[in-house]
């Protein structure tokens, strides 16, 4: 089938991969040149594992335009993947989708499909339908809503063979044409009406996200009453009717889709007066919980004034370069406004990194030269490097070796007897008191 996929982002470019790996012909289209330009040549603009080999196997396959007219002329389904960022009152801001609606209805010269792959509240697909009959081309468009549940780090994975494919779709031709294109993924299929296929994406995202805040909550408590969240996780997460993921405790969820979509749906509930309040719940627990670490190193100085911090970890999670709401973006600006002197090393996130902080962080080539003469550690992301390290280069390399894991990569005993101070989330501390003497810290708190 000859398919367009609108926007060439985390998801947009992984869906084109895939679906050229299928055996579908694929145009893939977006606003920004410098992002075309580079897939044009072959060079990745995200990192994601798998995608590269992917899309050198089917160049044959797949091509990359500006020129949205030729994108949508003679397209048989156009897929949505634009970005739908969120608005200063926390709803989702839909202005790509229907701009990149718009051009494809004025310019496909065909009956065509198009499918909302972007996350958008629900109604907006019965809007779009509404507003591209009231165009009167003279062609017939189907609007169909197919929800993305990949995630950043797994997404040609999580796309080759996801739990489920959402078809949300008010007649049985779109859903025909929704199944022929991903009829050679051989997964399951949930066929829906579009409303419910909008709602499932939110109240799939937003259940993690409590998930994620709850564990946290826990973790908290734990800090206060001795219990270790890491066992108490792994109780609770062999009941089938838990599960383990997403119980994972830490400094909170990060990226472009947890945090706004709960938001938006929350606006959404608010603006229908029901007011969703485990969902809010999930949102305060998370904002608070990105600055922990923070909270914690204040037992240690009072304030971070010509201190050196390492900061471990930049981006939002292990396995992507996207640092959009990753808690570095909460805990650098606060060091940084109290004076500290920061260090920063992420295996492939610094390039984006630097863009937003191109002066103010000295950027690290390795975990060593970020640890060096360091007077507080914090680790923000879990990368594999992190969690393999040998952890007595804190206490070699550190001027005063504390660490505040806030990813819990280490397990305790590992960092017991190896001369640093361990604070991670929902677990004992360890090493308190053994840096003596000269390592007495400032603002008059000894450890
Ligand atoms: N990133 C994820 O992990 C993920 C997972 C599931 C769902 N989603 C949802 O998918 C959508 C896209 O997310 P993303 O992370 O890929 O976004 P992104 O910001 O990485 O990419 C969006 C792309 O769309 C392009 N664009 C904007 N307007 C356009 C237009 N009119 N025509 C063509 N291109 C245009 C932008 O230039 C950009 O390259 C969002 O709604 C998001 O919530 C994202």
Redesign the pocket.
Known sequence: MKITI???????IVTGACMAETGHAVTC????SI?IKKLQDCIMPIFEPGLEEMLIRNRERISFTTD?KEAYRDSEAVII????PEKRDGSANLK?VY??VQ?AVECAQRDCIIVI????PVGTGDNLDKAVRLKNTGRHFEIANN??????GT?VRDTMKASRIVIGVNSPEAEKVLKDIYDRLGQEYVVTDRRSAEMIKYASNDFLALKISYINEIANLCDFIGADVEDVALGMGLDPRIGNRFLKAGIGYG???FP??TKALHWLANFNDCELKTIKAAIDVNENQKIKLIKKARKYYDSFRDLTVAILGLTFKPGTDDFREAPSLQNIPILLEDGAKIKAWDPVGMDNFKKAYPEEISYCGSIEEALKDADICFILTEWPEIVLMDVSRFQLLMRKPIVLDGRNCFKLEEAEGNGFIYESIGRRIIGQGSIAGEHLLRGERAV
Do not use: H, M
């Open positions: 609108a926007g060439t982002g985390y998801v947009g289209y977006d606003i920004d992002r949205y993947c634009v970005g739908t790509c701009a990149a051009q792959k972007s996350t958008v929800p993305e549940f990949l995630s950043q997404a990226g472009s889709c706004k979509d």
